[in-house]
């Protein structure tokens, strides 16, 4: 193998394309053990919606050499006319509305306005190509894709639970595990649980995070009556959204643009309130997510 900084030198990154095609799914057929439907590679060489959610987007990194096959002329003069080119890594992702795992994934404490997430549905590398980099450069580009997004504030995933790797390598890239899905994959007649991984965007703060106030709060003993009084006031919105929830949904069954932002607010609060309902929601999205892949 060449010398690494040579080899890094000849990686191009840039969108996938149609011709790609029979390449990507070779990697992704050594790579997972899941088998992906055509529809999902089409997806991902016309950047098209995929499993009723938005656009694939996929960035390839190509390996460019020269063809051993070049003529000693052609070497001396540089004339770079042959060029044996193959796809070492590749990224797939796309935006997804909040609304699909809100219950899943905790709003960032300084939220804002948000309501996508960028979900990361594939990556690899080349095994040949490894510990280069190249998986940390496809995560940061498509990061950027997600920043693109004026209202895309974190990054999104699921990993296997024995996939020990790529569980260091998403932590090394910024990555948390918020939690255990089990039984979340089925492939060779059995279930395999996986994580939930998240990381957020544009500033947004995890909502786990500990910050100078929060240390302070628990230094000063007064974490406990903080805590107290953040869930008094949830209290008051689940009511205060339960209220007007049924009063908005008798008066017009069809769902304002507003409403919906409603609904998803009231997903997050039951995220950390109604441990029954969602166990329940749990349960239904592992069916539905589990139909995507
Ligand atoms: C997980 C995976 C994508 C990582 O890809 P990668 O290109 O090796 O990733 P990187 O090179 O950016 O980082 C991997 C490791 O190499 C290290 N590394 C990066 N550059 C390096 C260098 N120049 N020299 C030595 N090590 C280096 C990184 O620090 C990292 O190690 P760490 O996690 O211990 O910090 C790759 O192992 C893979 O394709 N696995 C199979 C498919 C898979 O499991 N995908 C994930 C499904 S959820």
Redesign the pocket.
């Known amino acids: 193998m060449k010398a690494?900084k040579e080899i890094k030198s000849q990686i191009i990154y840039r969108k996938m394309v149609p011709d790609d095609t029979n390449e990507v799914r070779l990697l992704h057929d050594e790579?997972?053990p899941i088998k992906y439907n055509d529809e999902f590679y089409t997806s991902m060489a016309q950047g098209t919606e995929f499993g009723g959610a938005g656009p694939v987007f996929c960035i390839v990194a190509v390996h460019e050499e020269l063809s051993p096959t070049n003529t000693e002329e052609e070497e001396e003069t540089g004339q770079e006319t042959r060029k044996n080119k193959k796809i070492v890594?590749l990224i797939s992702a796309q935006v997804q509305a909040l609304s699909t795992f809100g219950r899943d994934l905790p709003l960032p404490s300084n939220k804002g306005c948000w309501d996508g997430a960028l979900y990361i549905l594939?990556?690899?590398?080349h095994?040949e190509?490894?510990?280069?980099?190249?998986?940390?450069?496809?995560v940061v580009r498509a990061e950027q894709f997600g920043q693109t997004h004026p209202t895309c504030m974190a990054v999104f995933?699921?990993?296997?639970t024995y996939?020990e790797?790529?569980i260091?390598?998403y932590k090394?890239?910024g990555f948390r595990v918020l939690k255990e899905i089990p039984g979340y994959y089925y492939f060779d007649s059995k279930h395999f649980g996986c994580y939930l991984c998240v990381k957020y965007l544009k500033g947004a703060r995890d909502p786990g995070e500990r910050t100078w106030f929060t240390a302070l709060l628990s230094f000063s003993g007064l974490e406990f009556i903080f805590n107290f009084l953040s869930k008094t006031c949830d209290l008051t919105k689940i009511l205060h959204n339960a209220s007007s929830d049924s009063a908005s949904k008798s008066s017009n069954t069809d769902l304002e643009l507003s409403d919906l932002s409603e609904e998803k607010s009231n997903i997050s609060i039951l995220n950390y309130n109604d441990t029954q309902k969602l166990q329940e929601y749990e349960a239904e999205r592992t069916d539905e997510l589990k139909s995507i892949v």
């Open positions: 690494e790579w997972f890594g594939t990556i690899g590398t095994k190509f490894r510990k280069m980099g190249i998986g940390h450069e496809l995933l699921h990993v296997i996939n790797v790529a260091e390598f090394r890239n």
